[in-house]
Every structure is written in structure tokens, then in C-alpha cells.
């Protein structure tokens, strides 16, 4: 890379999902704190949900950076057209809407890139992007940026995908059917069941979708990246991520998610209204509370709210239950049973969205049932709360395995193939009290002693942060 003088300016472009937003968010703070000149960039469509979601209004055009600004950052935002208009369902319309990530949403990219080098010619760049993408080399490339991919997930994840030749080589993509064999050669990477595969490595998939074109063309794209972020914690995947170091510089600086602690620097990252749940939870006696959310995009069908409604109620349990309007794939909106709502009573509080932070904080909350996204995860062993997994899609079949084979911090929602009422109600009993309850809360607090210590001046993703700052000023001087 040429010499090239002036301050590091960092163009940020994330995933346009709430899983991959609020980590992005997080990091162009953290890197805004450390000197850069960030330009963040949201799509239109993601701009109007947090305008509305925040404000109430999408009226006005909102800078969600101005506060970060007011705290003296020089954070820029601003916008770009994923192609489709307001009203259009991209969650309906998933594969058309990645079609159109893949095909016309580069050459956007292209376009706005160039603009904002242009406006500010004397600035080093760099190109943040999800490693989800398909066209940073190309972009980083042609403006002459240094190229970083940050991925939001496991590095466990990362590296299955990576890797995915060996896969191949072995007969092990796409695995037969039901077949549950070990997976041992992926370096660094413990053995690990076919069954424990992302859901875009299982049996039968169609290499022709969108979806598979994204993810496999994305993780032929990272090979291309200078540098590589991941939101984890070293000491959670440590051989994982020494091995893909070897290939690439990996560093990981998780759980970006926590480490504005001040909140001086306060954004707007929720791309749904949230109700509060404060005063709710305040009147719960300590750890009686289970919390139960699918994330921002899981969908499931009628039959297992169902179930895990009347398990539920026959736990005696009391719980917050996040059901998202768009929950179940039906346009079917009455999901849950009638008489479900009104047995209740005081004892759940059922709501589209909340601040899951808040209410994961609150000591009155003791379990969670989560699809074992990612962020929810490490929010989960951040404040200690162990967990029941119900993993329907993408990365969380091989998060649940973290979460309940490898670290024991949580339990599975059911064993068999189908959720049923009767094993919902004994795996909540057994996550909220007694033997197995004790059991993965001893082991919880160790794992969240390891995330706290991890963020420390002297913790090991302070110092991997540390470190990809020296390693990225060492390649552009
Ligand atoms: N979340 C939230 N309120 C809710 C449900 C989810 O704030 O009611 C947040 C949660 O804290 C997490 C994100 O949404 O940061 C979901 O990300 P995750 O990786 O867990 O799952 P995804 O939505 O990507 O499947």
C-alpha cells in the first residue's frame, strides 16, 4: 500500500440486520474513541425502522450519531437504497431481497464509496464491512482501502465455512442424510457431528439460492481481507482462532456489544418499538422471571408456540415472552391460543419487542429460552443467565452446541425431533431450580467472568483490539 498521511477514516457498512447492526454500532464507537473518523452507513430501509423505532417519526431525517458527536467523536452517517421501497416485506420476499444484495446493491456501494472518498481526499481509508458481503475486495480494491471483514458470529462458525472444501473433500457437504458423523480436520476446530452444521450446510441444500450463494461466496470473498474481526472472545475459542490466524490476521475483540459502559455515546440500534418491562419485572421476586425470545428474524410455526405456550403454563412459571408480529411465516397474526392470553393473568407478559439487556440485568430474571443467536448468547453469559436452546436456523444449530455440549450453560428444549408441552414444562422446571438449575449456574458465572475479563484494559480483546490498530497502522505507513 502507498504512503499515505492524514486521519484514518473508516467507511462502515453493516449487514442490514439488528444481529449484525448493533455490533457494527458498538465498533465504529470503540474505533471513533481510538481517533478514527468514522462514516457509518445504514440502508434506507434500516434508517426509517430505527427513525420510527426511536423516535416515533421517520418525518425528519435523524442523525443517530449526533449524540456520539456532542461527546466529541467525529462520526458521519449516512444513507443507502437497498432497491426496494419502504413497504416492501423483505422478510416474506427473502430470497428476491438477497437476490438484489448480491446483484445491484454493489454497484451502489461502489458509487457511494467513491463519493465519500471524494469529499474527503486527504484521509486514509478503510473499508469495514460484514464479512456477509460479497464486493468489498472489489470496492477496497478500486479506491485503494485497506480491506477489514468483521464477522458477527462464532469464530467456530466462520471457520466450518471456511473451510468448506475440506467439507467436500471428506464427502461431508452436503452430509446424507441424517447422518451424525464426527467432523475432525477442520483445524482448531474440536470434533464436531454433521447434525451440529449450519443449516446452509445441511443435507440436500440447493446451491443455487441466494442464501448459499451469500454465505459460501462470502467465505471465498474474506480470503481477500486484510484483516479479520470477530466478535468473540479469545479464551472462549482459542484454538479456533490461532488456527485461522494462521491463515489470515484474526482478531478477536468481543463482546463489542458491552464496551461502552459510560453510554456517553449513546446511538439508536433497535429496529422495533420496545415496551418497557421495568416496572413488570421490579415486582417479581429474584430469578422467577424466564425470559423467551427467537431474535429479530427467527420465524416458527402455530404448532410450536402452541407448545411452548401451554408448557408454559403448566411450569407456573412467570415470563416475558417476545412474540414479533412476524413470529410464524403465515399471515396468520392471532398465533398464540386464546385461552392461553387469558390464563395468564399477572403471571407473563407477552410483548413484540423489548430492551433485552435491561431486561436480562434485572435480577428478577433467572433463565432464557433463546434460538441461540449469537448476540443474545453473549448477552445471556454476560448477566448470567443460563439458558434453554430452541435453534431453528443459520448459525444457531452449531451455537447451541457451544452453549450446551462444549460450555454447559445451558439445556436443550426438547431431545426428540418435535417440541411437546410436557418436556417444555420439565426443561424450564429444571433450568429455573435445583440440581441442574445450580449446575449451570455455577458453570455461567465462570464464563461470564471470562467475557468481563476479556473487556478489561489488560483483557485479551482490549489487547487483540490493541493489536489490529498497531497491524493496520503498520500496513498503510
Ligand atoms: N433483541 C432485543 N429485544 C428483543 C429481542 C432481541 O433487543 O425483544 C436484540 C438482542 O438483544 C440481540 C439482537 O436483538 O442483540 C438479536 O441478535 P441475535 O444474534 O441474538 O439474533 P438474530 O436476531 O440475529 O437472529
Known sequence: MEERRGKPH???????????????????????????????????????????????????????FSDARKSGLDMRYTTISDGFPMEYDRLLNLEEFWESLLRDFPVRVDELVGNIIQSDPSSVHFLIADTFYLWPARVAKKYNLVNVSFWT????????????????????????????????????????????????????????????????????????????????????ESETLLALDQKQPTYAIGPINFYDSTKTTAVADSLFLKSDCTEWLNSKPPGSVLYVSFGSMVQTNKQTIEEIARGLLISEVNFIWIVRADIVSSTDTDVLPTEFKNDIKDKGLIIPWCNQNEVLSN???????????????????????????????????????????????????????????????????????????????????????????????????????????????????
Open 363 to 477: 435480577p428478577a430474571v433467572g433463565g432464557f429460552i433463546t434460538h441461540c443467536g449469537w448476540n443474545s448468547i453473549l448477552e445471556s453469559i454476560w448477566f448470567g443467565v443460563p439458558m434453554i436452546c430452541y435453534p431453528v436456523t443459520y448459525d444457531q444449530p452449531t451455537n447451541r452446541k457451544l452453549v450446551v455440549d462444549d460450555w454447559k450453560i445451558g439445556i436443550n428444549l426438547c431431545d426428540g425431533i418435535s417440541v411437546t408441552r410436557v418436556e417444555v414444562a420439565d426443561k424450564i422446571k429444571s433450568l429455573m431450580s435445583g440440581e441442574t438449575s445450580y449446575g449451570l449456574r455455577q458453570e455461567i458465572k465462570k464464563m461470564r467472568k471470562i467475557l468481563q475479563d476479556a473487556l478489561k484494559i489488560d483483557g485479551s480483546s482490549e489487547r487483540y483490539f490493541d493489536q489490529f490498530l498497531k497491524d493496520l497502522k503498520a500496513k498503510i505507513l
Open 153 to 236: 458470529e462464532t469464530s467456530l462458525v466462520f471457520s466450518i465455512a471456511y473451510h468448506l472444501e475440506l467439507l467436500k473433500e471428506n464427502d461431508h457437504f452436503p452430509p446424507k442424510e441424517n447422518s451424525e458423523d464426527s467432523i475432525n480436520y477442520i483445524p482448531g476446530v474440536q470434533s464436531i457431528s454433521t447434525k451440529d452444521l449450519m443449516s446452509y450446510c445441511a443435507a440436500a441444500i440447493d446451491t443455487t439460492t441466494p442464501e448459499y450463494r451469500i454465505v459460501f461466496g462470502a467465505f471465498e470473498e474474506v480470503k481477500n481481507a486484510d484483516f479479520i474481526l470477530h466478535n468473540t472472545v479469545h479464551e472462549l
Open 10 to 64: 473508516a467507511i462502515m457498512i453493516s449487514f442490514p440486520y439488528q444481529g449484525h447492526i448493533t455490533p457494527f454500532t458498538n465498533l465504529a464507537i470503540k474505533l471513533a474513541s481510538s481517533g478514527f473518523v468514522i462514516t457509518f452507513v445504514h440502508t434506507e430501509f434500516v434508517h426509517h425502522m430505527l427513525s420510527q423505532s426511536n423516535h416515533n417519526d421517520s418525518s425528519t431525517r435523524v442523525d443517530f
